[in-house]
């Protein structure tokens, strides 16, 4: 042992920090290095470019509804109907995305109010699998959906999805039909059925229950869409105008009513759903 060595291991050295690993997030579009607890407390918003990301289902519960609301039962569906096997087995990766989320799919929904007026919401969680539609999600909209017809309530759906789940086929395009049938019930019953897309919000969702609300409003920069930019771009051999399938550009199109910062979202939301059905107040 030299020296060296033997007096460096006689000093009083204070113990190395453990330091979490969640303490720093970084922005996804400004790439700024933000403090975890002030990106939550400014509801998952950047304060540097105003980018808002991506939250959990129970966050954004959490943010819209007034406390006190109550979860609905999670649809029990058969799992793996097909026995579809990628470069992993569908169950594992089942398996793999409920080890790190609160719930068994990509679909949440509550019975509660929000600013006094009664509303059932359900909310996709991108986290999940991409938010993908397949049967569990299917039923858990249709079940919200029964539910906001059984109380008469308004109906507020949150979509963040990368569209059908490929690994239920055929079974997961089923809820397309599903959905909108569910929407007309509504529709019929005089119900508000209100849509706020969140990025992002593609594929079989959008071509489904994501555009057939009453209301559309969408989160600032949220990229909405059904295919992705550069398919089109391959397709109709044109290039496509700046901010194309942004909610600005959709917004400024005729597509959706209003795009609202995710601080306004319940006040607005709140607005809404006063001038769309005042009897739900609770």
């Given at each position: 042992?030299?020296?060296?060595?033997?007096?460096?291991?006689?000093?009083?050295?204070?113990?190395?920090?453990?330091?979490?690993?969640?303490?720093?997030?970084?922005?996804?579009?400004?790439?700024?290095?933000?403090?975890?607890?002030?990106?939550?407390?400014?509801?998952?918003?950047?304060?540097?470019?105003?980018?808002?990301?991506?939250?959990?289902?129970?966050?954004?519960?959490?943010?819209?509804?007034?406390?006190?609301?109550?979860?609905?039962?999670?649809?029990?569906?058969?799992?793996?109907?097909?026995?579809?096997?990628?470069?992993?087995?569908?169950?594992?990766?089942?398996?793999?995305?409920?080890?790190?989320?609160?719930?068994?799919?990509?679909?949440?929904?509550?019975?509660?109010?929000?600013?006094?007026?009664?509303?059932?919401?359900?909310?996709?969680?991108?986290?999940?699998?991409?938010?993908?539609?397949?049967?569990?999600?299917?039923?858990?909209?249709?079940?919200?959906?029964?539910?906001?017809?059984?109380?008469?309530?308004?109906?507020?759906?949150?979509?963040?999805?990368?569209?059908?789940?490929?690994?239920?086929?055929?079974?997961?395009?089923?809820?397309?039909?599903?959905?909108?049938?569910m929407v007309r019930r509504l529709?019929?019953?005089?119900?508000?059925?209100?849509?706020?897309?969140?990025?992002?919000?593609?594929?079989?969702?959008?071509?489904?229950?994501?555009?057939?609300?009453?209301?559309?409003?969408?989160?600032?920069?949220?990229?909405?869409?059904?295919?992705?930019?550069?398919?089109?771009?391959?397709?109709?051999?044109?290039?496509?105008?700046?901010?194309?399938?942004?909610?600005?550009?959709?917004h400024k199109h005729g597509m959706?009513?209003?795009?609202?910062?995710?601080?306004?979202?319940?006040?607005?939301?709140?607005?809404?759903?006063?001038?769309?059905?005042?009897?739900?107040?609770?």
């Amino acid at each position: 042992m030299s020296w060296i060595t033997r007096v460096r291991n006689s000093l009083p050295f204070a113990k190395r920090r453990e330091v979490p690993d969640n303490l720093w997030v970084k922005c996804p579009r400004c790439n700024e290095m933000l403090f975890s607890k002030e990106y939550a407390e400014n509801l998952y918003v950047c304060p540097r470019c105003d980018h808002h990301g991506r939250i959990g289902a129970l966050a954004r519960m959490n943010q819209l509804m007034d406390p006190g609301y109550e979860l609905l039962p999670e649809p029990q569906v058969k799992e793996d109907p097909l026995r579809f096997r990628d470069t992993k087995r569908y169950a594992d990766r089942l398996k793999q995305a409920r080890a790190s989320n609160p719930q068994r799919d990509a679909f949440l929904a509550a019975n509660g109010t929000i600013e006094g007026h009664r509303a059932v919401v359900g909310v996709q969680d991108f986290a999940f699998m991409g938010g993908s539609m397949g049967m569990a999600v299917g039923d858990a909209f249709c079940a919200a959906a029964a539910c906001a017809l059984k109380h008469r309530c308004a109906y507020v759906v949150v979509t963040a999805a990368g569209g059908a789940r490929m690994q239920e086929g055929i079974l997961s395009l089923m809820q397309m039909p599903r959905a909108t049938v569910m929407v007309r019930r509504l529709r019929a019953a005089r119900l508000p059925y209100i849509v706020l897309l969140t990025d992002p919000t593609t594929g079989g969702v959008t071509a489904s229950y994501a555009m057939l609300g009453d209301i559309h409003i969408a989160e600032p920069d949220a990229l909405i869409g059904f295919a992705g930019q550069r398919v089109i771009q391959e397709t109709i051999r044109e290039q496509l105008p700046e901010g194309f399938q942004r909610a600005e550009y959709l917004h400024k199109h005729g597509m959706v009513d209003m795009v609202v910062h995710r601080k306004e979202l319940r006040a607005t939301l709140a607005q809404v759903l006063g001038y769309l059905n005042p009897a739900v107040a609770a």
